[in-house]
């Protein structure tokens, strides 16, 4: 009789239980958690773009510091260092891991740098979509932050 395992009444119980769960879940559960799982997409999205732009942005800058333009040199390290953070921000969020206010929080405050830099060669259309995508990531973070504080406080 190895490798055979007998049913026991606490085992039938615990599948009892499992699978009448969901028969409890309601409409109102259904709905919060496509809301909740959307502004994980949503902010999972703003950081990709925010991160392929900074990426892009910090290479444009590479060739223009290259070209003796030295006042871009910090733009190739703040376009970098916040391509990294989206990175992260973006993994994360993309799998509603619970590090993700911690990420946001930190991506934005990123974001708000890079962006601020860039706005400040408002000639260059490379670094308006660079700048214009720390904007709307930022933004993004901080309502995914704040959207969890809110859920965290209804517990």
Do not use: N, W
Not at 78 to 107: N, R, W, Y
């Amino acid at each position: 009789m190895y490798g055979r395992v007998k049913p026991t009444v606490l085992g039938a119980a615990v599948l009892i239980l499992l699978a009448g769960l969901p028969a409890l879940r309601t409409r109102a559960d259904d709905e919060g958690h496509e809301a909740h799982a959307a502004h994980f997409d949503h902010c999972a999205k703003a950081c990709t773009e925010c991160m392929r732009e900074c990426e892009s942005c910090a290479r444009h800058c590479v060739h223009l510091v290259a070209d003796g333009k030295k006042d871009h040199l910090k733009t190739v390290g703040t376009c970098s260092d916040c391509a990294e953070f989206c990175a992260a921000a973006a993994k994360i969020t993309s799998h509603q891991g619970p590090m993700a206010v911690l990420v946001c929080e930190a991506c934005a405050k990123a974001c708000d740098s890079c962006g601020k830099e860039c706005e400040k060669f408002p000639e260059d259309e490379h670094m308006k979509r660079c700048a214009k995508a720390c904007r709307e990531c930022a933004k993004a973070c901080r309502a995914m932050v704040e959207m969890i504080g809110k859920e965290s406080a209804a517990k």
